[in-house]
């Protein structure tokens, strides 16, 4: 019996998890590779320190959270970087002749021998989660290599200067993107985005420069202005790297590139080009599965409208919304929505356009309307699918709308998309797309708004003195505002002293009651819609927002910027 099957029903016995959740854990890992403790972790079917606090007891060693270590650079030199992969371990500190290492697997002798051969020292083991190990590597191992020093790499003569009207053949491009200091750079590039959490990176041409900037927690950062000579190598070797014609500058084209980093982590990049008067912009998406929160708890949701929520997504029928602008983590919702449903005896198909992350035991079809596949023509082909939970990645079109609509009244859940500002908004954008107002109080079961709001850093993060007006403005109770306690991050290393690190969630989940129906069916405005859902307990964006700051999770900044005129 391997040591993953044995962990495994080591897990199941001790009730961590349960039988469902083991197969569904070990069928990902016969898909993805890994450790099953970091497929069961990853699935959120068991916490890191519940699995960490597991082993220690199993293997009777101690337990070690690696986040709590500066561990010295003459520690990491003793064990080279691909022994660290090939075991999945990092060396902690050292005593006299004895080396401490931190490992996934403490069951490893193989592993435990090969560190004795190589250092010289006696081996003493802790036990860290797959995860932790996996960051320390990366925090450790990974180069740090600046911007600056790879500049350096350029001669004048490295690259040659190409004007923006010169015709440029295919040979030409391939060499300069071949040559070793853009490829440096350009690595770079991605790898820097990835440690700094980006969710995109923007390579820009213009007359005279060329810019690169990160998305970081919806905000764009430059990073660095590369010489404006290298925009055609650059480019070139994004290109090359996503299977993209080189030698097309005049038409917009998409790609993907995917990156391998360390043993169980893969990074894609969604690539796309378009061509404008100083060259082409280059916008790669990161996609990282593993940083994917699939665990509803985790998303933002109050504890009373998590049950809310969870109770109307387990309705056998109906459909539910999801509204938001572009960026405010509306697919992430309904993945996690589809997570939780997603059971052996349930058959669940989406129409993603485009799709993001690929999930086990979901049937996932990808939209092409060139040739003639959209959301309504997938949506037919799902209903002759026998179908018990349909995704729609967006509902654009009166087409669309009615088959979704339709469909949720025929005993189907039906999960969709819309760009509104707020909840009650979208009853009046399907009734202006042609849907009739009775099929809409008839199908319509939840919807819910949601934006993302940056987190104050944690490691920097101050109490700071607001006005109580300003607060009474925002929309604090009075009974509320001498009690509420506002924080700001300051700053520091950590958050790349922007003072945020990460984002959370704040819903607007409106229930459709019975009297909201009749609200609907009689024809009322959004506004009227808004008084009678909050009347009933609904929590507006903003209330919700001042929720997340009241606990100090935000800032006043987040606050009024993202929920203005609400």
């Not at 589809?338 to 005896?345: K, V, Y």
């Not at 109770?477 to 690190?501: A, L, W």
């Amino acid at each position: 019996m391997t040591s993953g099957a044995r962990l495994g029903e080591l897990l199941v016995r001790e009730r961590l998890i349960t039988p469902l959740q083991l197969q569904q854990a070990v069928e990902e890992q016969r898909n993805t590779g890994g450790r099953l403790g970091y497929q069961l972790t990853k699935m959120g079917f068991i916490e890191e320190n519940e699995l960490t606090a597991f082993l220690s007891k199993q293997y009777g060693v101690p337990s070690i959270d690696l986040n709590d270590f500066d561990i010295e650079p003459d520690i990491i030199k003793l064990i080279p970087k691909e022994v660290v992969l090939k075991h999945q371990v990092i060396p902690v500190n050292r005593t006299g002749s004895t080396l401490i290492v931190a490992m996934a697997d403490p069951s490893n002798i193989f592993a435990i021998d090969d560190i004795k051969f190589l250092t010289g020292y006696n081996v003493e083991v802790v036990v860290a989660s797959e995860q932790a190990i996996e960051s320390a590597v990366e925090k450790y191992y990974t180069s740090n290599v600046t911007f600056d020093d790879v500049m350096l790499d350029f001669d004048d003569d490295d690259v040659d200067v190409i004007d923006a009207d010169e015709d440029m053949n295919e040979l030409d491009l391939e060499k300069s993107a071949g040559d070793a200091p853009v490829i440096k750079l350009v690595n770079l590039i991605l790898l820097d985005a990835i440690r700094k959490g980006a969710s995109d990176i923007h390579v820009e041409p213009f007359e005279k420069q060329l810019r690169v900037r990160y998305r970081i927690d919806g905000m764009l950062y430059e990073v660095m202005k590369p010489p404006v000579k290298l925009k055609h190598a650059i480019t070139s070797r994004i290109k090359i790297m996503s299977q993209l014609d080189i030698a097309e500058r005049r038409l917009p084209q998409d790609g993907r590139i995917k990156l391998k980093m360390g043993k169980n982590k893969e990074m894609d990049f969604r690539v796309s080009v378009l061509p404008v008067i100083w060259g082409e912009k280059i916008v790669l998406r990161l996609l990282d599965k593993s940083n994917l929160q699939l665990d509803m708890t985790k998303l933002g949701f109050e504890e009373k409208i998590l049950e809310v929520f969870k109770k109307s997504i387990h309705q056998p029928y109906g459909m539910i919304l999801i509204t938001g602008p572009t960026g405010s983590g509306k697919t992430t919702t309904l993945y996690s929505v589809l997570s939780e449903l997603n059971t052996t005896d349930t058959n669940i198909s989406t129409a993603e356009d485009p799709v993001e992350y690929n999930l086990y035991g979901i049937n996932q079809v990808q939209m092409h309307d060139d040739i003639g596949l959209n959301f309504s023509s997938a949506l037919r082909s799902f209903l002759r699918q026998d179908p018990d939970i349909i995704l729609v990645g967006e509902i654009r079109d009166f087409e669309t709308a009615e088959i979704a609509i339709k469909a949720s009244l025929t005993g189907h859940l039906v999960l969709s998309t819309l760009h509104t500002n707020d909840a009650p908004s979208s009853i009046s954008r399907l009734l202006n797309m042609g849907i009739e107002p009775f099929l809409v109080s008839a199908a319509v079961i939840l919807i819910g708004a949601q934006r993302l709001v940056r987190k104050s850093c944690n490691e920097c993060r101050e109490v700071v003195e607001v006005p109580r007006q300003v607060l009474l403005d925002l929309g604090v109770h009075p009974d509320e505002v001498e009690e509420f306690e506002i924080q700001r991050g300051m700053g520091c290393r950590v958050c790349n002293n922007t003072g945020y690190k990460g984002r959370i969630a704040v819903y607007e989940i409106m229930t459709m009651t019975e009297e909201l129906r009749e609200f609907v069916l009689n024809g009322a405005s959004t506004l009227e819609l808004k008084r009678e859902a909050i009347r009933q307990g609904m929590k507006s964006l903003r209330m919700s927002a001042l929720t997340k700051l009241g606990e100090g999770m935000t800032s006043l900044d987040e606050v009024s910027r993202l929920t203005a005129g609400d």
